[in-house]
């Protein structure tokens, strides 16, 4: 079924902006949430974003106002327009899913990721 593939990552200046895209496989096409994640140096991985089928959002406190997650279905393609860049925000960017419930959100397994978007914000 393949991997997502993540592209639109750069080296920009802390305010700019930036729009990443993810080509979905066909095994991430009907998931309820498609997300974002990402991961500094020495830092885990963490899920910033989500795209549920019915349209709601979850944004991590910390993008919460400056990332904007949408997608275009008929493309297969997630987006995340990152506006108002800090130098915080540097790290590798990834998509796919995310299995959420009452305990929480969960991370789909090692071998389903892509290879991510690196994307580094200097001040």
């Known amino acids: 079924q393949g991997q997502p593939v993540e592209i639109g990552g750069g080296l920009v200046h802390s305010g700019d902006s930036l729009r990443l895209s993810c080509t979905v496989p066909?095994?991430?096409?009907?998931?309820?949430?498609k997300a974002w994640y990402r991961q500094a140096p020495e830092r885990q991985r963490e899920l910033i974003a989500y795209?549920?089928?019915?349209?709601?959002?979850y944004y991590a406190d910390s993008i919460k106002g400056r990332f904007t997650i949408s997608r275009d279905n008929a493309k297969g393609v997630v987006y995340l327009q990152m506006d108002s860049l800090k130098t915080e925000d540097s790290a590798v960017y990834y998509c796919?899913?995310?299995?959420?419930?009452?305990?929480?959100?969960?991370?789909?397994?090692?071998?389903?990721w892509g290879q991510g978007t690196q994307v580094t914000v200097s001040s």
């Open positions: 796919n899913a995310a299995y959420c419930s009452d305990r929480g959100c969960f991370a789909p397994p090692l071998d389903s």
């Open positions: 066909g095994s991430l096409i009907n998931v309820e949430r």
């Open positions: 795209l549920h089928k019915d349209g709601s959002t």
